[in-house]
Structure formats: C-alpha cells, structure tokens
C-alpha cells in the first residue's frame, strides 16, 4: 500500500480525568525531572487508549508497564498493552518539536509506536503517526507513517497471540481449566487423575510412569541428589528437569500432563487455556484446548485438544478438529468417532511469528480461531 507523503494527524481532547491520572502518578516520582516524564508519558497512553477504544480496539491499560508502580519508576515506559497482541508505546513529542525521544529499553518487545503531541496547556493532543519498529534514539516526525498502518498491522497481527501466554498473558475468552470447571462442573474430561492409562494421585505412582517413561536411567548418577525421590515437591522438580532437557516430543507431552494433573498452575507448563464452545457448536458442549511449550532449539510445540464437557463421556460422532495454515489449507486433522473418544487432538511445532487456524466442525457449525506464534 502506498501511503501520502504528507501526515494527517488526529486531534483528542486530554480530560482532566487523565491529568488528575497523569499528575497522580508524577506525584510518586523522586525529582522534578522524573515526575515530568511520567507526567507526559502518562497522558501520551491515555490519548492512544480512549484513541482505539473508539475503534474498537480491545486495550488493557492496567497490565501495560506504565500502570506499574515499579514499571514507571524504575523505567521511562509509556506502553499500552494491545489485549491479545502485545505493548504498543506511545511517545511523547510536545508543540513545536520534530524529534521524538526513543530511550534504548523500550526497543524491543514491542508491537509497534505512535507519536503523540501535547500541547503547552496539556488540553490537547494529536496523533502524529506510526512505526512498527524503532532502532535509534530519536525519530524525525517526518520519519512517521500514516495511522493507517497501524490499523492495518493491528489486522495482520490479530488472533491469539500464542507466545504471551508464556508470559501469563491471555484474552477473556480463554480460561484455565479451573475456571471453566468452576462455571461448568468439577467432573469434566480433562481433570482426570490417569495419564496414558496410569493412575498418579501419589507421589510412588507418579516415580512408576516417570520411571516406564525412561527405563535405562539411573538416577542416582545422572540427577542431582534433590531430584532423587523422597518428597511430591521433588517430583515436580524432577518433572519440570526432564521437561527442559527431554527432546522427544511424545515424551515432554506426558510429562507436561503429569505436571497438569498433579500441579494445575506450575509456571513452567501454565501456558495452557481453555475455550468453551457449547453455545458455539451446534448445541453441543464441547471445549476446545490449546496449550503451548517453548522447546530447546527455541521453536514450540503445540498441542490442540477438543472435550465433551458436562454429563457426556465421549465426543459427538464426526466432529472434525483441523490445523490449518494460515491462507486456509489443512495440515493436521482428526475426527472423533461413534462413543469412542472421550477427547480428540493434534501435535506440531511451529516457528515463531508463524500464524496457523484452528477449526473445529460439527455437521454444518464451523468454529476458526487464528493464532500466532
């Protein structure tokens, strides 16, 4: 797309409501200087969030690093977390200025930054424009590209943002198995006790599939005497080892689950969520889950599943689950079969920043999700 030379800014009236927020947050500041930058920094992400909220653009200003006490006092942040997509920041310029200040420690992680002017009375900004990416301290506003590509690389970028939930960061519609067996029932499919078959409600039955798992190791000469087994604490500690130097696929898998099933919310395997799709679905309640693990050559491995939920104990007849690329074609798909399957899944690997579909069908119900590594 080729854009005009020539910038056209967008003008927001700043509301005393986001002085009051903005002068709240210098207040906390150890010297003038400091205090100032927060000031402005603090009106800049007010702008672009009231700015998208009219179009529709979901924001979570209270997670961005700027709403941080620490965030803002340890670092010269003026991000705005684009839900589901990542930090935008928003620089400041004022009246009369060409060059936009960039500090080295918002270059990277970041979606993209906007420039935004506030006049000398603070009542006034306008939104001078965008760039997806920054590698030096100051910009020429000249330097700015319409706010169209914002837009337009917000579009490119939407769907879910897989390598957030890494970091704990996840949109509504995506819950933890807790939250969703809180709403629904405690007996759902995924909250079984058996893993491939073995029961792991003790520590003992935990060490016995570890142990069918790797067969020929001795632990005593290859692991460090505290994973050895003597407590459950240690047995996590063990799983969450073999989950970072294991390279097999299946194997990392299993234990994964292991560590689901015996501790839920451990750090290193909560990267996994939740969707329920029974209003969705033809009527029938299903949930769709997917869950992700970063993996040593620095690519992840995904792992997509579909549950009956409720009183059903198998998955409706033909309902398809397909792994798409991202123009549509099918890589991956499975189909459940009459009473059979109590859930149906996939495995791949993906790069980073590759985007993949989801679709789940049953009989004429289609349901896509996009994501992005």
């Not at 100032?36 to 979901?58: C, E, F, M, P």
Request: contains cysteine.
């Amino acid at each position: 797309m080729n854009y005009p030379t020539e910038q056209q800014s967008i003008s927001i009236p700043i509301s005393a409501k986001f002085r009051d927020t903005a002068l709240q947050f210098a207040q906390e500041q150890p010297n003038p200087e400091k205090a100032k930058q927060v000031y402005l920094n603090t009106l800049a992400v007010q702008v672009i969030n009231n700015y998208l909220q009219l179009l529709d653009i979901s924001t979570t200003i209270e997670a961005s690093y700027s709403w941080d006490y620490w965030g803002r006092m340890g670092a010269d942040v003026a991000d705005l977390l684009l839900t589901g997509i990542g930090h935008l920041e928003c620089r400041y310029i004022r009246t009369g200025d060409h060059i936009c200040h960039i500090p080295p420690e918002v270059w990277h992680h970041r979606f993209g930054y906007v420039v935004v002017e506030i006049n000398q009375t603070c009542q006034e900004a306008q939104i001078r424009g965008f760039l997806p990416a920054v590698t030096t301290t100051e910009i020429n506003i000249e330097q700015l590209q319409p706010l169209e590509l914002l837009i337009e690389h917000y579009h490119q970028f939407s769907g879910v943002q897989l390598r957030q939930w890494l970091e704990g960061i996840y949109t509504s519609q995506w819950q933890s198995i807790e939250e969703l067996a809180l709403k629904k029932s405690p007996q759902l499919a995924f909250r079984s006790s058996k893993v491939r078959g073995f029961e792991i409600d003790t520590s003992k039955k935990v060490w016995q599939v570890i142990e069918q798992l790797y067969p020929q190791r001795s632990w005593g000469k290859i692991l460090p005497s505290k994973l050895l087994q003597n407590s459950d604490v240690e047995v996590n500690d063990l799983l969450v080892h073999l989950l970072q130097t294991t390279d097999d696929e299946e194997t990392r898998w299993t234990l994964a689950e292991i560590l689901w099933t015996i501790t839920p919310n451990h750090p290193v395997i909560a990267a996994r969520r939740v969707m329920d799709l029974g209003m969705q679905l033809a009527g029938k309640s299903v949930a769709l889950m997917v869950a992700i693990l970063p993996k040593i050559d620095k690519t992840f491995a995904v792992l997509l599943r579909v549950y009956p939920m409720g009183n059903q104990i198998y998955l409706p007849t033909d309902l398809r689950l397909s792994g798409l690329y991202e123009n549509g074609q099918p890589f991956l798909e499975v189909q459940a079969r009459e009473k059979q399957d109590n859930y149906i899944q996939l495995k791949f690997c993906a790069e980073l920043s590759e985007k993949f579909q989801i679709r789940v069908t049953l009989n004429n119900a289609v349901i896509t999700e996009k994501f992005v590594i």
